[in-house]
């Protein structure tokens, strides 16, 4: 379901009340509880796939060369990335022989069926057995987390195959982010994390903080739960293709007299293979002898503990205190976007365990003034917010709040306090600007442009002026195609344009009449129909539509089309 029509039902259900504040308080957060419970969004997350690809094609141990974090790390600091890497998949945590380890505990918690007889549960087991290397993997980058979460499943009495989502969502990789811009370990997108109180901001994304985001995913699972009567796999689909999807399969067969089960139900494709991959991986967790593989030893012990900071802190002085690398701060606290904790808090931080209580101490012996470094700069002549900001790799908003400024308006000569960077940029590897540098510079197929967003620009006119797709675009800059396109924004695209360098400095764009146009769909329509009728391309109403095009259209779907009126009927 849109935001548009979550805010609606908020609002209706507030004008519906008018008895008291209390009982317009309630009322709202009914109709948002059923807006939320009856969405019909599948959530594209970003999975597992990158990671089996890595895998199938590495054989077996080499894969660990190739893993997806990579992407995410500028080209001059493949040193440190090739580090933090490594301790996202092999942190030193071993287990002893006297000690029960974390996979019986996890075992002991199982209460899904893992005896279903479904093809689709067989042919992920059967790639899973035969890529072992890829559950050493995906143990080891959840042996930081797995904890955690299974200290959170069984808080609240769930199946403890739920601390194996993140594993299908996410590949236990903090730092995933989806084309359908789903973003950490559970790949929460915008909308639904907000509505659980996961913020963003400049500084921060809670959708990666592991705290935040656990709590939110287990919350909704339990509330998904409910509505499906205790049915976890109906819950797990709804997770991802939302409750409206589900009840709507589950009416369709209640009217044919068929099975409403999961298994019975007409789902979209990620949906039918969702609670499959999830089936297969308990199995093997449960027993792994059985298939032949070893999981590696893993203590029943908490990996980090969350340290109260009071402030802001710059997290290469973080790790100084913690006498930890600072890759190990960003994997436990990937929420953070920069080279500090967010301004507004939370103030805390996660720090392996047996570094939490010599960091305690050396940050009560460190003043409030000195755990972030400040810049005293006067303003010169051509200065402005936003280029004092880009210089700093700050924002004008941050420069505004810190120095109580009501306006853009600055002088020359002017004083600004400019809150910076403790070390260079280098120390920063996982910091959201080094990945993307690194996702932008990887080599790809084409020339390779620099592009500066202009007012009106959509990824629509961008990726057709360059011969690529939308998703192509989105991908390279570490965007989602449904992500705003902000003037200034600078983008890399690998063009496939006769003259790129001419196309990026000369657009016939203001010579088209494109407008983005709200369509449909009818009895008999297709992809290829729609596509057809208005001059564009199957492959771009997918990207901006997030669809399947294996998938058949549903009479009365919405779907949003970017047309030259020129040619549309």
Not at 35 to 57: H, I, P, W, Y
Not at 171 to 183: M, V
Not at 516 to 545: H, P, Q
């Amino acid at each position: 379901m849109s935001v548009k029509r979550l805010s609606l039902l908020f609002f209706t259900g507030a004008l519906a009340s008018g008895c008291s504040v209390l009982s317009s308080s309630n009322n709202n957060e009914q109709a948002n509880d059923e807006a939320l419970l009856n969405s019909e969004q599948v959530t594209v997350a970003a999975g597992d796939e990158d990671l089996k690809q890595a895998v199938a094609a590495g054989n077996g141990e080499n894969a660990t060369k190739g893993a997806a974090l990579d992407d995410a790390i500028a080209p001059s600091l493949r040193a440190a990335a090739q580090d933090a890497r490594e301790k996202l998949d092999a942190p030193e945590q071993q287990a002893t022989t006297e000690t029960q380890d974390l996979w019986q505990r996890l075992r002991a918690g199982f209460a899904l069926n893992h005896d279903v007889n479904s093809d689709r549960v067989r042919d992920q087991l059967n790639w899973y057995v035969k890529h072992p290397s890829y559950i050493k993997r995906v143990a080891d980058r959840g042996s930081r987390y797995l904890h955690y979460i299974l200290n959170q499943t069984e808080e609240r009495k769930l199946p403890n195959e739920l601390a194996l989502l993140p594993i299908v969502e996410s590949a236990f990789d903090p730092f995933a982010y989806s084309h359908g811009r789903a973003a950490g370990l559970w790949q929460f997108i915008p909308s639904t994390g907000k509505y659980f109180g996961l913020t963003q901001s400049w500084w921060h994304d809670d959708r990666r903080d592991l705290i935040e985001a656990t709590d939110a995913a287990l919350t909704y699972l339990d509330r998904l739960a409910n509505r499906f009567d205790g049915d976890y796999t109906l819950a797990l689909a709804a997770y991802n293709s939302g409750g409206g999807t589900v009840s709507s399969a589950m009416r369709k067969n209640r009217k044919r007299n068929k099975p409403q089960d999961y298994w019975s139900l007409d789902l979209p494709r990620e949906t039918r293979h969702y609670v499959p991959k999830l089936i297969a991986l308990a199995k093997i967790f449960d027993n792994p002898e059985k298939y032949g593989i070893e999981l590696p030893p893993l203590k029943d012990e908490a990996y980090f503990e969350v340290v109260e900071t009071g402030s802001q802190l710059d997290l290469a002085q973080a790790a100084q205190l913690a006498n930890v690398d600072v890759d190990e701060i960003y994997l436990l606290n990937p929420s953070y976007n920069r080279w500090a904790t967010n301004p507004d808090g939370p103030h805390r931080l996660l720090v392996p365990k047996e570094n939490a209580e010599a960091f305690r101490a050396a940050l009560d012996n460190l003043p409030v003034e000195k755990r972030v470094s400040w810049r005293n700069y006067k303003v010169e002549s051509g200065d402005s917010l936003i280029s004092i900001a880009r210089k700093f790799t700050t924002t004008p908003s941050v420069i505004k709040q810190v120095n109580k400024l009501d306006s853009d308006l600055i002088r020359i000569g002017q004083r600004l306090l400019i809150p910076s960077a403790l070390e260079g940029s280098d120390t920063y590897a996982l910091s959201a600007s080094e990945r993307l540098e690194r996702k932008q510079d990887r080599k790809r197929d084409g020339n390779k442009v620099r592009y500066t967003v202009r007012r009106g620009d959509t990824f629509w006119d961008i990726a057709r002026e360059h011969r690529v797709s939308v998703r192509e675009v989105a991908g390279w800059n570490g965007m989602a195609p449904g992500d705003p396109l902000i003037p200034g924004k600078q983008l890399v695209i690998w063009s496939k344009a006769a003259k790129p360098a001419q196309v990026a400095s000369t657009s016939a764009r203001g010579k088209s009449m494109v407008r983005k146009v709200g369509y449909r769909v009818r009895e008999g329509d297709s992809l290829w129909t729609i596509a057809s009728r208005f001059s564009v391309n199957v492959r771009d109403i997918a990207s901006w539509n997030d669809l399947n095009t294996k998938r058949y259209l549903q009479p009365g779907q919405s779907l949003v089309l970017y047309v030259d009126i020129r040619n549309s009927p």
